[in-house]
């Protein structure tokens, strides 16, 4: 199992059009990516600006096809422009 923390930090006036590309991004990722056993957005409750996509796959692979669809390459690069800093991604491996 893989699993996958991305922080990204936004600025607050894209926050709205950051969360309306990333609840397109979890509605197609959970509807069609096969290997996704979970895609969600958190938020830092202290940080509002601060945004945590969770997600856990099955193994590498589902992961790699992610990130080729369709929905990924779509809507990724609307993101652009909107952070203040770049993305922390974090990628972990089940041990136990």
């Not at 589902?62 to 991604?89: R, Y």
């Amino acid at each position: 199992m893989i699993k996958v923390i991305a922080q990204d930090f936004i600025k607050p006036e894209c926050v709205e059009g950051y969360l309306a590309i990333v609840e397109e991004l979890v509605a197609a990722t959970n509807a069609n990516d096969a290997g996704c056993i979970k895609y969600e957005l958190c938020r830092n409750v202290n940080e509002p600006q601060r945004f945590f996509m969770l997600e856990e796959w099955e193994n590498q692979e589902s992961l790699d096809a992610h990130m080729n669809s369709a929905h990924f390459t779509t809507l990724i690069p609307k993101m652009a422009g909107m952070t203040t800093n770049p993305p922390v991604i974090t990628i972990l491996e089940k041990v136990y």
